[in-house]
């Protein structure tokens, strides 16, 4: 039983049943926050929000209970030091946020305080990522990407401060108060280099036209820049996994 729980709550790689039933739980306690904020929702199933609510405290109170308690029996973690290291480790942390919203709910008579620790309930989210080996092995892909992942953002920067300056000479004086500054010439930047172009802002000048073409092109290019990075780390470190794998079956 010690084994399994161990396996569950600090094993990354193994899934138990009761990981399984966890998730669902975390799954469920997000939907149960997102409909809670349609009041005519939550006012007409109040007691059945409630009854939800309660029993997401309870399975959370238990499950950060027994990782404090089992914590003990992992070798980083043993000891008082390790105890205190385990508690202010970032997952320990986030369990505990888990748990706080929902005892400072019935203390709190104020609507906006109110309101907001309701929404911290949604950081319960975070813990599917606690002993989700998929989504483990997506996050050290962007670790493993960072310093392209910089150089893409520098290079994005240069082009929309570029843009930005070139569209503020074109079409400064013909649009004053679309592109007047080179600030207010960045928020068509933005959407044009992220291709969203919004509509609210565009350029009437033959050349103008010509350099959002260009920009638009290199918006392409920089928003598909970061996901080859990412997804080619991403196989790096699922083929180096599975190697690894059958190596320790052999």
Same mark, same amino acid.
């Given at each position: 039983?010690?084994?399994?729980? =161990?396996?569950? !709550? ?6 138990? #049943? +009761?990981?399984? %039933?966890? @998730?669902? &739980?975390?799954?469920? *306690? ?35 209970s027994l990782?404090?308690?089992?914590s ?12 205190? =290291?385990y508690? !202010? ?6 369990? #505990? +946020?888990?748990? %706080?919203? @929902?005892? &400072?709910?019935?203390? *709190?008579?104020?609507f906006?305080l ?7 309930r949604?950081?319960?989210?975070v ?6 080996p ?15 992942l ?15 300056i070139?569209?503020?000479?074109l ?9 007047? @500054?080179?600030?207010r ?26 350099l ?37 079956k052999?």
């Amino acid at each position: 039983m010690l084994n399994y729980l =161990k396996i569950t !709550f600090f094993e990354e790689n193994n899934t138990t #049943l +009761l990981k399984r %039933i966890i @998730s669902f &739980l975390i799954i469920l *306690s997000l939907i149960v926050v997102v409909l809670e904020t349609e009041e005519t929702v939550s006012e007409k199933y109040k007691n059945i929000f409630n009854f939800f609510e309660n029993l997401f405290l309870l399975v959370f109170i238990l499950e950060y209970s027994l990782r404090l308690i089992l914590s003990g029996h992992i070798s980083k973690y043993r000891g008082f030091k390790g105890k205190i =290291k385990y508690i !202010f480790s970032f997952m320990a942390i986030i369990d #505990l +946020l888990a748990i %706080i919203p @929902s005892l &400072l709910m019935n203390f *709190s008579s104020d609507f906006l305080l109110l309101r907001i620790i309701r929404l911290l309930r949604m950081l319960r989210i975070v813990k599917i990522l606690q002993d989700n080996p998929s989504i483990n092995l997506f996050f050290n892909a962007i670790y493993m990407s960072r310093f392209q992942l910089y150089a893409s953002m520098a290079i994005t920067f240069i082009i929309l401060f570029l843009s930005s300056i070139f569209i503020y000479i074109l079409e400064g004086s013909i649009q004053p108060n679309e592109f007047g @500054s080179i600030p207010r010439a960045m928020w068509w930047a933005i959407s044009t280099i992220t291709t969203v172009g919004y509509g609210d802002v565009y350029p009437i000048t033959l050349m103008g036209k010509i350099l959002a073409g260009i920009v638009a092109i290199c918006g392409i290019g920089i928003i598909a820049m970061p996901a080859g990075i990412i997804s080619a780390n991403f196989n790096t470190i699922h083929v180096e996994k599975k190697t690894n794998g059958n190596k320790t079956k052999r």
